[in-house]
């Protein structure tokens, strides 16, 4: 994990304890003494992918940093039911209050790894990477991705400002893709900015159009099938990147990555997620 992502992870952690905690946990300050101590461990309680655990120690961290919390397994690790994941022990007080928004992390980033490594495991042999989109949930965007990358697929652009990405709905309002690529490549010159530029195409129309056009970095191919995509590929013969997204599932993604498209982008891995089942369970108490 990176400074950056520390940085970034530790506002999202301090928005949900502050949204979860509110004024007080009422209801341990009134059923356990201030001075009570004691440790718990999560546990998962269903096969999968961990990742989150560092996450789970930064809101224990952040909640009490007199917490004591020792992580067991290493992200990415395969892991099944039973498998203890981390020890946490310190004030009694303290661990129940960190207690959901730690497991809401860890279980969601392992959902997201889990699947994340099914996806990834149906294109294994072959060049095309998978990657993610922004289609995250509000605010939780970077432990999403970094769930990604831990379920062993690729970050697409994190946001709208460190990539440009010319999509249909830019196409149309901009008249077309020629004025919608000129005007890009004119406001970038004009404040001085070095971004990638990604072009979506619905068509092979569009797509000659996009491959008489210069400064484009990659195009995405839109909801081609596995044939079209085979044909776009060999059209743009290595000119550009070639990214492929739109009706594609685990199913059927072998069938688009045989292809030879550069990568696959699946909003899936982030939006339609089942979280893991991990469990915190009290192990001492004095």
Sequence with gaps: MTDHEKEAINKTIQFALDEDLGDGDHTSLATISEEASGAA????????????????????????????????????????????????????????????????????????????????????????????????TPANRMVEKLAVKTGGGNNHRFGLYDMIMIKDN???????????????????????????IE?????????????????????????????????????????LETEASGGISIDNIRDFAESGVDYISVGALTHQIKSLDISLKAVHQK
């Design 170 to 196: 830019h196409v149309d309002f901009a008249g077309g893709i020629e004025n919608a690529v000129k005007k890009t490549q004119k406001y970038l010159k004009q404040r001085g900015k070095n971004l990638k």
């Design 41 to 136: 461990i999560m546990l998962a309680k269903e096969e999968g992918i961990l990742a989150g655990a560092e996450v789970a120690k930064m809101v224990f961290k952040a909640v009490d940093t007199d917490l004591q919390v020792d992580i067991y397994l290493k992200e990415g690790s395969h892991i099944k039911k039973g498998d203890p994941i981390l020890k946490v022990w310190g004030k009694s007080q303290s661990i129940l209050s960190a207690e959901r928004t730690a497991l809401n992390f860890i279980q969601r980033m392992s959902g997201i790894a889990t699947f994340t490594n099914m996806v990834a495991s149906r294109i294994q042999g072959l060049n095309t990477k998978l990657l993610d989109t922004r289609k995250t």
């Design 199 to 239: 072009v979506e195409v619905r068509n092979f129309y569009e797509l000659d159009l996009v491959l008489g056009l210069n400064g484009i970095d990659r195009v995405m191919l839109d909801n081609f099938t596995p044939a079209d995509l085979k044909k776009a590929v060999q059209l743009v013969d290595g000119r």
